[in-house]
């Protein structure tokens, strides 16, 4: 009887471990938010967004399910040009002014393939909130020397700006626009497991 009470009890202590949630946090030092876009048709720009914070919560330790809360600072772009980041934080673009704000909160992950999820959810930019669908790789999860167990994820997507009001679009003399209409966006992602005290 003692016997089958220990094994109960270790099931149970081992179930109980297997869903208890673990929230995990941005490492913004070992990260990056990119994004790329058409210029004049025949060439890209890309900048990046310096000012960034997020957080995914998940019950397994393979990242079977996974729920994600994501926040960009809009005044944080940076395309390595003075006047066209202000010209991007202005109301043709970002309106950072009045939506300092791009946010990310996902609806469902689902596997796609080893190491590969599709990640959805709604993504705001200007208090405008469509559904989009994030490419995800899972890169692993270590240990640093210090400790602390990290994981790698690399999520991209292709959103149409003017879906969210960024409504620039002056023309070239082949009737194109400057500034295309897909964006691309890469996010490279690594997060710190907050260790339970």
């Known amino acids: 009887m003692k016997n089958l009470f220990k094994i109960v009890f270790a ?14 946090v941005v490492d913004n030092v070992h990260s990056n938010v990119k994004f ?3 210029h004049l048709i025949i060439s890209e720009v890309e900048g990046s967004f310096k000012v960034y914070s997020g957080a995914l919560q998940s019950q397994t330790s393979d990242f079977a399910d ?11 772009i940076n395309t390595d040009n003075e006047m066209r980041d202000k010209h991007l934080k202005s ?3 970002f309106n950072a002014e009045n939506y300092p704000k791009m946010t990310f909160k996902s609806s469902s992950w689902k596997k796609a393939g080893k190491n590969e999820y599709i990640l959805e959810g ?16 899972y890169g692993g999860t270590i240990k640093d020397p210090w400790g ?10 292709v959103i149409n700006r003017f879906d969210y ?11 194109g626009a400057t500034v295309g209409k897909d964006v691309s966006i890469t996010l490279n992602l690594q997060f710190g497991q907050k260790k339970t005290s």
Do not use: H, P, Y
């Not at 099931?11 to 995990?24: F, N």
């Not at 930019?125 to 994030?134: G, L």
């Not at 009001?165 to 009737?175: D, F, Q, V, Y």
């Open 11 to 24: 099931v149970l202590i081992t179930t109980a471990g297997a869903v208890a949630q673990s929230t995990w």
């Open 36 to 38: 790329a876009v058409t």
């Open 66 to 76: 996974v729920a994600v809360d994501f926040a960009v600072d809009v005044n944080s």
């Open 91 to 93: 109301d043709d673009f």
């Open 122 to 137: 709604d993504l705001t930019i200007r208090d405008v909130t469509k559904r989009v669908e994030f490419s995800v790789v």
């Open 148 to 157: 602390n167990t990290k994981a790698g994820f690399k999520a991209t997507t």
């Open 165 to 175: 009001g960024l409504k620039w679009n002056a023309l070239t003399e082949a009737g």
